[in-house]
């Protein structure tokens, strides 16, 4: 078991790697302000896509696994379901981006691009039910190839009208990014098993906690940029986008992992998914703090160095979000055993406060406090709005363990 999440950590590290080498060149080689232009451009798509998928991803493996609904069928409705979402997604695409420069042209771009991030998913999460090797890792690549080819293309080619081209380019990478996904999926339709006919009121409702899981989030993302931005510029976004990477690179195994390990927790009895791991996630927790220190203590002087001196004001940001990485951790392990065990409402809960208690703080801090370091002060704010999640998943495991005695 360990061998093989082993290898799937490495298969999948792809896809960060990518989203990773794509913000450092772009950093390296273009500066702060253009890094903002993409940090932005990137949390308007993600923006779009937890929209977009309403948790149908994960609604899909537990219809499937629990309920043994028909996989090829669900295929072919992912399909119809993505193309006319962008009828959905174009209008929220236009107001999220309201007082911007953005035009009905370029949110239709954007709409288009997240509309096929959205299929890639869902097709994805079919796929684990059947493969959860090379194949679904290779898909699970799929859209940060394609934004990595497709930004990075621009950035080169004309990097002085990167903003003006970024949302064609997040509509090729949409377009790419399901043109791979049926590439490595597409044989699924004619070898699925046939199912049982879905309960798509059941996917409703199971996907509905799901999607304010993945909206709160892609919003805490979206309004903490849009506000850094309205207040400090684009110099402050790119500075504030590196530290949300080194956030989730930390993030990463367990980001991978989670989509396995969660379609094996389906498969499971409620008490054992509550008590699954224990004593590794105590190990887990306390090796991430060990490294956390590390990190923490080298980045004033790793950062001016790999970066840039632009980026030396951002040190402190991304030592701050460092901190956020065990609090985080937890509440992300203990968010997917309570939603493996059925228990979704508390985990939407859990998201929305985390979002309101973010953004919130991001406000007063950036409005009252001194804007020497907007980065920074935001990312106090995440800090303080990941110990609060933690806090409230540790007492909904509690709870849940209780009652399950």
Known sequence: MLRRFGSAIVLQSLSPALLFALSFGIARLWGPAEQGVFVAGKAWLDLLVAV??????????????????DRSRLYGDAAIYAAVSVLVLWPVSYFARAGTDVGAVSALLVAVGAAGVVLSNLWRGILLTVDDGMRFHLITSAPAVAIFVLVASVAIADAS???????????????????????????????????RAADYVALVRDGGDFFLQAVTTAMQSFLCIALIGRIAGPDEVGRFGMAQISLQALLMPV?????????????????SVLDAGRNEQRWLLAGTLLVVGVLVAAMPTVVPVVLGQGY???????QILLFAVVPALYARIAMMRLAAAGE???NSISCAVRMFVTVAAAWFGLHLFDMAAPAALAAGAWLIGETVAAVMAGWAIGRSRRDAA
């Open 52 to 69: 977009g998928c309403f948790g149908f991803p994960q609604s899909l493996i537990i219809a499937i696994n629990r309920h043994g609904a």
């Open 255 to 271: 980001q991978m992992l989670s989509p396995m390990v969660f379609n094996r927790w389906t498969r499971a009895a409620r008490r």
């Open 344 to 346: 979704l409402r508390i």
């Open 312 to 318: 030396a004001a951002g040190a402190a940001a991304i």
């Open 161 to 195: 009208r990167f903003a003006e081209f970024m949302p064609a380019a997040l509509a090729g990478a949409g377009m790419l990014a399901a043109l791979l996904a049926f590439a490595l999926s597409g044989p699924l339709r004619l070898r699925s098993a046939v199912g």
